[in-house]
């Protein structure tokens, strides 16, 4: 090896080792100014003199110490002390506990114009910043004209980066006697010393990546060596080199790129410039370098990294590159670990969290991009253990737990969902025997990976329970372990059943459920801690969702929707018992998943519904659910009527009104119930279903006070209006149809469409009473009555017709319509004088007043002979027999008067 070659490594190693002198006598300088900061802090502090006290002479500070003065370290001037503040800093309390902090920008002295800004600072970092460069680029053109060999371009590399490293110490030094004064100045220094570490750092690399110049051992010594220069010179100079010299090293590799690049090299050169920047915001403190730092190292594993093509060039120098930086931020960035900063007990800390979760999510892109490599898996375990085994150590790292278990379960769900059709072809030929199939070679690792996952996330997140001051703590770890056993089963049950059922994957989640059951229920008889509650009702909520797991591993089509369903009692039971946070509103959230579902399919099984009326899967997969509803919403109102009872309560209101509305609508159209038919059959099964749901709601609103079922009932009641109105719509079509009507002379569709329903609406009216207000009730009984009447004339058209209703009005049918509506307005008028109603009495004497009209108006002018007369009559008859009724029962007080006189 040359002479030569030695003077540059001595040339190189000079940088570091001037810039540790220079630090040491540094923090020599800081002592004394912090102890003439103190004692001027302690001065300040003393109680102002009395007024008659005599002024007193303001102490000095003491002098330097003596061991301290005679120190032979380059006197450095000593900036004056600012004015003090109005008032006096507090010192940190022995309990104080120091973290990354925030930026405070002080005010300014006075207003900086753009061109002073400009002028003075400005143009200084973009000098700087050009000066590199510009340092790079004339390497890079001497390189492609051949003016100098390599090993030339190596030493003048090295003499720009030391005479830039000297030329921002001596201005450092010098900087006070060559500033202007009142002129605010960018910091020369830290520029020019920027500069150079940045050209230093391309001058190492070149020499190893470039030219073989260097060993491995060699470069990643110097590069070591150019870091700990950084370090150092960035104590000294202050936070704006650190940025600078940080961000050209990570862009170095980048300006010095080759056609053929060594990613050993690459990552090797960017986790020593990973360390020194993370070195360097630990212990400065310096928050924003150490985001700096995260997100180039991030950035610089994507090269080689093909998510499309599912390929990674040199797959083992970026787990190495993933590793080192994992690594090194647990070893300088987390919280209360290693030499990371200090944190409060609880304290969840956000640059701990995001150094993990950044190497987290490039070691997901690594398995994800490697198609699960064995490498890139293996790497992606360790760092999942590692992140368990942080955020045990430290709580300022909880969260991280949360980000692990979601890209565990992404990982897991990547392998399920993408199949490799090379794993999948069967070996033929006479090797078959000795070649592994697929399943077991394709399924082994990944099961016994989602074995140990499961158990990492989940022991651990039980066994962390009570250990935190903070509720935030234990909820995040039950998270973990609920989310990541539960995840991770219904990716295996894809990958292995493609959604068919299986009783094995079932008994897993039954067994799954009950460890969560037993989770709650120790957790809940523990001593009360922070959070212990709310884990609780997460293990709750883990255990509900392993049970609706077993239901939906086992069972086939609507079966699922009946199990989900059958779960709310049960959730419902438990949450009356054990007063767990969430369970109440885990049962509506399994109430709401039910739901969705008949949303996605109202037939539940599809097109096997079944062909037989009532008795088919609609009976099940709505009967059940109802029930199972109506049962939930009651044990949950025996504790309170709160929001998730009252979801469970619409719940169950919903799926009866659909049950009924789709078994009538599956018996008219013989099964298909997307059949668009339009038949007056259907609207009377829907009159008379409708009112008596409504009576049924109007008896439970009345028991449970709950405004869900009064909203119920009144819903139902509008709708079954609506289904009534269509009805008598429909009369005129049925009156004039030539098509013979069903059934005998009395049980026909006259007394499904308009007998029965007008006895249902009488009822309604009747029962509401007392409990709805007046228009209610008068809304009910002229319903009932205008149906009433309407089945009295098709009755007696049915009677004269027969089963065709079509035909020529005889006087004799014409007789009898007026006195058949007459004894119904006589019955009516009975009633009223019964109940001492005077709704009802006053709906008699409509229906009275409408015959008479009939009567004089259309008898007299359409009716010949006998029936003339005896139409006219019997009226005349009735009515003196109304008008004796009201004068004698209801008003005889009135009627007195009018004898006597």
């Not at 993370?278 to 950035?299: K, M, N, P, S």
């Not at 640059?351 to 994800?368: C, G, H, P, Q």
């Not at 085994?389 to 790292?397: D, L, M, V």
């Not at 659910?625 to 619409?650: H, I, M, N, Q």
């Amino acid at each position: 090896m040359p002479d030569w070659f030695f003077y540059i490594i001595a040339a190189v190693l000079a940088a570091p080792v001037i810039a540790v002198i220079a630090l040491v006598h540094s923090i020599q300088l800081n002592k004394r100014l912090r102890g003439v900061e103190l004692k001027l802090a302690m001065l300040e502090r003393q109680p102002a003199p009395a007024v008659s006290s005599p002024p007193q002479v303001a102490a000095r500070p003491p002098a330097a110490p003596p061991e301290a003065a005679s120190t032979t370290a380059p006197e450095v001037p000593i900036p004056p002390v600012p004015a003090a503040p109005s008032s006096p800093p507090r010192a940190s309390s022995p309990g104080s506990v120091p973290s990354f902090p925030q930026a405070n920008v002080s005010p300014a002295a006075h207003t900086i114009s753009f061109e002073e800004r400009f002028g003075t600072r400005w143009v200084v970092w973009i000098g700087g910043v050009a000066l590199a460069l510009g340092g790079v680029f004339l390497v890079r053109y001497s390189i492609q004209q051949g003016l100098i060999g390599p090993g030339v371009r190596i030493l003048l590399g090295s003499l720009l980066a030391l005479a830039l490293i000297i030329a921002g110490e001596w201005q450092r030094r010098n900087e006070k006697q060559l500033s202007l004064p009142g002129v605010p100045t960018a910091n020369i220094p830290s520029v020019l010393t920027a500069a150079g570490t940045t050209v230093a750092y391309a001058t190492v690399y070149a020499a190893y990546a470039l030219y073989g110049f260097l060993p491995p051992a060699a470069a990643f010594l110097l590069l070591g060596a150019v870091a700990l220069a950084t370090l150092a010179a960035a104590l000294l100079h202050g936070p704006a080199l650190a940025g600078l010299g940080i961000v050209g090293a990570y862009l170095a590799p980048m300006l010095v790129a080759s056609n053929e690049p060594d990613y050993w090299s690459l990552y090797i050169y960017i986790a020593v410039v990973t360390a020194a920047a993370f070195a360097l915001a630990r212990f400065r403190l310096w928050y924003r370098l150490a985001v700096t730092a995260l997100v180039f190292g991030a950035l610089w594993s994507l090269p080689g990294l093909d998510l499309f093509l599912l390929a990674v060039t040199a797959l083992g120098a970026h787990v190495f590159h993933v590793l080192a930086g994992f690594a090194l931020a647990a070893t300088f960035l987390v919280a209360n670990l290693l030499y990371g900063p200090r944190a409060a007990p609880g304290q969840m800390d956000l640059l701990s969290n995001l150094a993990l979760s950044i190497y987290l999510v490039v070691a997901t892109l690594l398995v994800l991009a490697s198609h699960h490599d064995p490498a890139a898996l293996v790497a992606f375990v360790v760092l999942t253990a590692a992140t368990v085994g942080i955020a045990w150590r430290t709580e300022a790292a909880t969260p991280s737990v949360v980000v692990a278990t979601v890209l565990a379960a992404a990982v897991m769900a990547h392998w399920a969902v993408h199949e490799r059709f090379d794993a999948l072809i069967a070996p033929v030929g006479p090797t078959a025997p000795a070649i592994p199939g697929p399943e077991h070679f394709d399924y082994g690792p990944h099961f016994a990976l989602a074995a140990f996952w499961a158990a990492l996330f989940g022991i651990a997140g039980f066994l962390v329970q009570g250990r935190s001051v903070r509720a935030l703590v234990p909820m995040l770890w039950a998270a973990s372990g609920v989310l990541a056993p539960t995840a991770l089963l219904v990716a295996l049950y894809y990958r292995v059943t493609q959604w068919d059922r299986s009783l094995p994957f079932a008994g897993l989640a039954l067994l799954l459920a009950a460890i969560y059951a037993v989770a709650t229920e120790t957790l809940v008889q523990r001593e009360r801690r922070p959070g212990t509650m709310a884990a609780g009702g997460i293990f709750a909520t883990g255990a509900l969702a392993a049970l609706a797991l077993a239901l939906t591993f086992a069972l086939e089509k609507g079966w699922l929707t009946v199990a989900l369903a059958l779960m709310v009692p049960g959730a419902a039971w438990v949450a009356g018992q054990r007063p767990i946070p969430w369970l109440r509103q885990l049962v509506a959230a399994i109430a709401a998943l039910v739901v969705a579902r008949i949303v996605y399919e109202p037939r539940i099984v599809g097109s096997e519904v079944g062909a037989t009326p009532i008795f088919n899967w609609l009976l099940y997969g709505y009967g059940v659910p109802a029930a199972s509803f109506w049962l939930g919403g009651w044990l949950l109102r025996k504790r309170a009527d709160d929001l998730p009872a009252r979801t469970v309560d619409a719940a169950a209101i919903l799926f009866s009104v659909l049950l009924v509305i789709w078994e009538i609508r599956h018996y008219v159209t013989g099964g298909e119930i997307y059949k668009p038919l339009r038949s007056d059959l259907e609207i009377m099964l829907f009159a008379n279903a409708g009112l008596a749901m409504t009576i049924g709601l109007e008896h439970i609103r009345v028991r449970t006070q709950s405004i869900v079922h009064n909203l119920g009932a009144l819903v139902v009641a509008a709708l079954t209006l609506l289904a009534v109105l269509a009805n008598l719509i429909a009369a005129p079509d049925l009156r004039f149809s030539i098509t013979p009507i069903g059934g005998g002379v009395f049980f026909n569709v006259i007394l499904l469409g308009y007998g029965l329903p007008a006895a249902l609406a009488i009822t309604l009216a009747l029962i509401a009473r007392t409990t709805r207000p007046l228009p209610y009730r008068i809304v009910a009984a002229l319903t009932s009555v205008i149906l009433a009447l309407f089945y009295l004339t098709l009755e007696v058209r049915r009677l004269f017709h027969g089963p065709a209703l079509a035909g020529i009005t005889s006087d004799a049918e014409q007789y009898t319509y007026s006195t058949v509506w007459l004894m119904f307005g006589i019955a009516l008028l009975a009633v009223g004088f019964v109940l001492r109603s005077q709704p009802a009495r006053f709906l008699a004497l409509g229906v009275i007043a409408l015959t008479i009209a009939k009567v004089f108006l259309f008898d007299t002018a359409n009716i010949a002979g006998i029936y003339r007369a005896l139409s006219v009559t019997g009226l005349g008859v009735v009515l003196l027999g109304i008008g004796w009724l009201y004068q004698r029962v209801l008003y005889p007080q009135a009627a007195a008067p009018a004898d006597g006189g």
